[in-house]
């Protein structure tokens, strides 16, 4: 089956990729435009296997995109949200130092996060962290109040509505296998036939790299799959936390460490780890995918990583052990 004349395709169904779509839908009605997603259902992926935190822009470079996304894109997220009757919860959220050689890094993050415009930041002692998480220890502490929750999968199908009722075409179960380019047009192979665009905006997420390439791009680099793990608090203990408790990341990993995350259904989180996943899309343990598998051990960057934080990794690996062990 072909499916020819539109304007714009998006590839990727998760909230980017519909946030886009929705957004284009709105600036140039007469346009048409189709999202392509192979699964049967949007946020499937990162969207919808995220903790829900609505940042406020602590961590990010000064004047990047990040930062922009968070403070700017904070304030038109709870907009629509609130226009359209979507639940969510500014519950607040501490980074908390737990000793005196991790505040100034502490008051980088502060600095930080002031010129990004993260609204309403304090720094504050043991008393006032006391008041906000009494269960919480440390000798200082950001509280940033502009941070919330939110379900993004549940904000990604109200993306999906809007999308529709502009006219926006959502093609569910529509696996894209490969892109040419001819006649001014891009074709795309998918498991529900040719579909033609003029325009491609790569939304794809994990398969970003791999669409891009199929898209004739070389994007220099390669998703490897990282999972992340978290134990659930028990209904009985989750009043420790009221909001949401972070430590004071470690400059050297890519990470913001372990914490403490509170959801909109009431439930309480900690973590997550960062285990390598066997699978781009491996949300268990025994998730396990070959070419993926192989893909991220021919690739010399991830090599180059792991040279760089094995020491981490090694420590970490050792102390769950002995935690598990004793």
């Not at 189709?34 to 949007?42: F, Q, S, T």
């Not at 996060?113 to 269960?135: C, D, F, I, S």
Request: aromatic content about 10%; overall charge neutral; hydrophobic content about 35%.
């Amino acid at each position: 089956m072909n499916f020819q004349g539109y304007d714009i395709a998006v590839i990727g169904a998760g909230i980017i990729g519909l946030a886009t779509a929705m957004r284009l839908a709105q600036e140039y009605p007469r346009y048409k435009i189709i999202v392509l997603e192979k699964d049967g259902e949007v946020a499937q992926h990162q969207t919808g296997h995220n903790s829900g935190v609505i940042h406020a822009g602590i961590y990010y470079a000064p004047g990047s995109q990040k930062a922009n996304f968070c403070s700017t894109g904070g304030k038109l997220l709870r907009q629509f949200c609130d226009e359209r009757g979507i639940e969510y919860e500014m519950c607040g959220k501490v980074i908390v130092a737990i000793n005196d050689e991790e505040v100034p890094r502490l008051q980088d993050l502060y600095e930080r996060g002031t010129a990004n415009g993260a609204e309403g930041l304090e720094m504050v002692g043991k008393e006032r962290l006391a008041e906000l998480e009494p269960y919480a220890a440390g000798v200082q502490a950001i509280f940033s109040p502009n941070t919330g929750i939110i379900d993004f999968k549940e904000v990604s199908q109200a993306y999906a509505t809007e999308f529709g009722e502009n006219g926006g075409d959502l093609f569910l179960n529509t696996a894209v296998h490969g892109i040419t380019r001819r006649d001014g047009q891009m074709y795309m192979e998918t498991s529900r036939g040719e579909i033609a665009a003029r325009h491609v905006i790569n939304c794809a997420g994990l398969q970003a790299d791999q669409v891009a390439r199929m898209m004739g791009g070389e994007p220099g680099l390669r998703i490897i799959p990282f999972r992340g793990e978290y134990f659930s608090i028990r209904p009985e203990r989750q009043y420790l936390v009221r909001s949401l408790i972070y430590p004071v990341p470690n400059p050297s990993l890519p990470f913001l460490g372990v914490h403490f995350t509170k959801r909109v259904t009431g439930s309480v989180e900690a973590g997550p780890n960062a285990v390598l996943a066997f699978a781009r899309e491996g949300y268990t343990k025994t998730s396990f995918s070959l070419s993926d598998t192989l893909g991220t051990f021919t690739y010399p960057g991830f090599w180059k990583m792991s040279m760089s934080h094995w020491k981490s990794g090694w420590t970490n690996s050792t102390a769950r052990c002995e935690s598990r062990c004793s």
